[in-house]
C-alpha cells in the first residue's frame, strides 16, 4: 500500500503560481512512476502531468504544457506540480496517483493503482 497525501492548493487571481505537494508513505516512493490528474465539477477526472520513478522522463496533457513542471525528490518521497500562469479554466480538485505497473498507460487514470484525497485549486478571474 501507498498513502498519498496532498497539500498547496488554494484560491489564486488568474495568471498567478501554484505549486501542489504530495507526500508518499508506506511503499518504497522510487519504485512508483508518479501522476496528477484534476477534476472539476461536473467533469470527469483528467490527466495533468506524470513522472517516471527516476524522474528522467515525464509528460503532460496539451492543456498545462509549458505551463506546468512536474517533478519528484525520492529522497523526501514527494511529488511536484508547479502550476504557472493559471486561469478560471485550471479549477479543480487536484489529485496524485501512484503505480508500479510497466504497462498501463500513465496518462489514463486506469493506470494507477493509488490515490490521494485530493487537493483544491480555485483560479478567480
Known amino acids: 500500500q501507498v498513502q498519498l497525501v496532498e497539500s498547496g492548493g488554494g484560491l489564486v487571481q488568474a495568471g498567478g503560481s501554484l505549486r501542489l505537494s504530495c507526500a508518499a508513505s508506506g511503499r518504497t516512493f522510487s519504485n512508483y512512476d508518479m501522476g496528477w490528474f484534476r477534476q472539476a465539477p461536473g467533469k470527469e477526472r483528467e490527466f495533468v502531468a506524470a513522472i517516471s520513478w527516476g524522474g528522467s522522463s515525464t509528460s503532460y496533457a496539451d492543456s498545462v504544457k509549458g505551463r506546468c513542471t512536474i517533478s519528484r525528490d525520492n529522497a523526501k518521497n514527494t511529488v511536484y506540480l508547479r502550476m504557472n500562469s493559471l486561469q478560471p479554466e485550471d479549477t479543480a480538485v487536484y489529485y496524485c496517483?501512484?503505480?508500479?505497473?510497466?504497462?498501463?498507460?500513465?496518462?489514463?487514470?486506469?493506470?494507477?493503482?493509488?490515490w490521494g484525497q485530493g487537493t483544491q485549486v480555485t483560479v478567480s478571474s
Open positions: 496517483a501512484a503505480t508500479a505497473s510497466f504497462s498501463r498507460p500513465r496518462n489514463m487514470a486506469v493506470g494507477y493503482d493509488y
